[in-house]
């Protein structure tokens, strides 16, 4: 099993609709989670982080659930910016050496 | 809005060469690291590096690599003896803690080895 697998891409969604992607993770250990976004040949940047509790910034919802080891990312209203690949992104062990393992990402195309 | 610098952002090199890639991490940041992203795959941890030492490395990260913080403010990737399989985008980020902190990248310096 990988250690972060999510949704095969690419998701086309025209404007305005919600969309969900889906993230889980291997080791039940996993302490930090994160959502990131990468555009083309871009660093990813930072979305958001995803708490026990779940989260909300805006038009993005994150839920974390740790019984099933699986990471949800929504986005409402879907706008032409959004596309983008989308990160899914665990520290195993929360240690103090902070390494990120990443997904491989879902690819998200929003139309007009 | 502080953020993560990277030079340069694109490097040729020939195969057998050294190679130096420069980060300039969050002024008050504690810990860095490297990432690579090979063309079409996902982004792989390499280092992390805290206190002047290496925390943790991952498998990539052999003999032929090595990490340095000369100064201040500069921390620095090294290849040995490229190879052509070292041919990707080596992102560096930075974070305030570790310990499942936010991790902020810079631009990424594309090393293309011929």
């Known amino acids: 099993r990988k250690e972060v697998e999510q949704d095969p891409g690419p998701f086309n969604v025209p404007e305005g609709a919600t969309v969900a992607f889906n993230c889980t993770y291997s080791?039940?250990?996993?302490?930090?989670f994160f959502w990131y976004r990468q555009d083309c040949r871009k660093e990813p940047k930072l979305l958001m982080s995803v708490y026990s509790s779940g989260n909300e910034d805006g038009r993005f919802t994150a839920q974390l659930n740790r019984a099933s080891q699986y990471i949800s990312l929504l986005i409402r209203d879907s706008k032409l910016s959004d596309s983008a690949t989308y990160l899914c992104?665990?520290?195993?062990?929360?240690?103090?050496?902070?390494?990120?393992?990443f997904g491989q990402g879902t690819e998200l195309s929003v139309k007009p | 809005e502080p953020e993560v610098t990277q030079t340069p952002s694109h490097q040729v090199t020939q195969m057998g060469q050294e190679v130096i890639l420069r980060c300039v991490p969050i002024s008050n940041h504690l810990y860095f690291y490297w990432y690579r992203q090979i063309l079409g795959q996902k982004v792989e941890f390499l280092v992390s590096?805290?206190?002047?030492?290496?925390?943790?490395k991952s498998e990539i990260f052999d003999d032929q690599f090595s990490v340095e913080r000369p100064d201040g403010s500069n921390f620095t990737l090294k290849i040995r003896s490229t190879k052509l399989e070292d041919s990707a985008m080596y992102f560096c980020a930075s974070s305030e803690t570790g310990m499942g902190y936010e991790q902020y990248f810079g631009p990424g310096t594309r090393l293309t080895v011929t």
């Open positions: 992104v665990v520290n195993p062990l929360g240690n103090q050496g902070g390494k990120l393992i």
């Open positions: 590096f805290y206190n002047n030492e290496i925390s943790e």
């Open positions: 080791n039940s250990a996993s302490q930090s």
